[in-house]
Every structure is written in structure tokens, then in C-alpha cells.
């Protein structure tokens, strides 16, 4: 039986439940569930990168939604192994600033430009390396922590905050060898 406030969708259309009354909607093909619309959202833009591939890597993340935004240096690293860093890193801080309660009821929305990210996250794409499997599960960990956790691929120049966090704790890590 479902719940009472939800969205039912078949291959045919998507019916929705609400106020005792059953609603027709064309075109879905899944379930979502009402309770998703209504729950909080946090959007976090995150990005990595390494100067050399491998390289001095970092993380830089901006949780829009709480005004926070960071960079840290991961050492030597690859490009990808940095954007999986980055993604790990927003979804714990934005876990530790909430908690765990609230984080139950919330829709962590994370944006990247990194494609490839992207598509490995939402399973278009399989994670071949060894390396990038462990980042894949940690982060597959993760999402454990909120009601949903949604990957999306934003174009570079909406994404200039976290860049922008990545490039000054390379420059900063630079400045102290």
C-alpha cells in the first residue's frame, strides 16, 4: 500500500494522491514521493582539481544554501580523485553543520562541473579504477545520511565559487614550499 501523500507513476502516467482525490500526470516514470517536495534542500556546488595529472591537488566546496564555503590541499593527487574528494568532503560538512536528525529530512543537491563525476554518481557511467571505486563507495556511504542526495553536471562558469576555493588552497599550499 503506499502512502497516503505520495506520487504513483506507471509506464502509462503518474497519479497523485492528496486531499482525498486522485490527480493525473503525464510523463513520469517513478516514484516520488510528496514528502520529497516538501523537504529542505541544500545545494552544494563542489569542484577539484590538481595542477599535473597526478599533481598538488584540492577541494573546493560552496553549500550554497549555508553560506559556507572552503578549500582544502589533498597533497598529491589525480583531477578526478580530487572532484570525488570535494563531493565527500561538502556532504560531511553539510551533515556536520545540520546533523544527523535533520539531515534525514533533507535533499542535498550536489553540483558540479565535473561530467564524468556526474555520470559515474547517478550510474550512467561504471567506476573501472580501483581508486576511484573506494571514492564511488564512500560517497555511496554518504548518501545513507540524508533522505535524498542528487548529482547534477552544472556548466563551469555557475560553478566559480568552488573553482575558486580549489585555486586558493593551491596557491597557498604553493606559497608555503
Known sequence: MLPRTCFYTEVRGVFLFLEEKWYT???MRRIIFLNTLMMERIVMYSDGGSRGNPGPSALGVF?????????EFLGRG???????AAILSGMRRALAEIGAERAKKTHLECRMDS????????????????????????????????????????????????DKMVNEALDLAGRRE
Open 115 to 162: 561530467e564524468l563525476a556526474m555520470k559515474q554518481l547517478t550510474g550512467r557511467y561504471r567506476v573501472k579504477h580501483p581508486r576511484m571505486k573506494h571514492w564511488f563507495d564512500l560517497i555511496q556511504n554518504e548518501k545513507a545520511n540524508f533522505a535524498e542526495v542528487s548529482f547534477h553536471h552544472v556548466p563551469r562558469e555557475k560553478n566559480k565559487e568552488a
Open 63 to 71: 553549500l550554497e544554501t549555508l553560506g559556507i564555503r572552503y578549500g
Open 25 to 27: 500526470l503525464q510523463g
Open 78 to 84: 589525480t583531477n578526478n580523485e580530487a572532484e570525488y
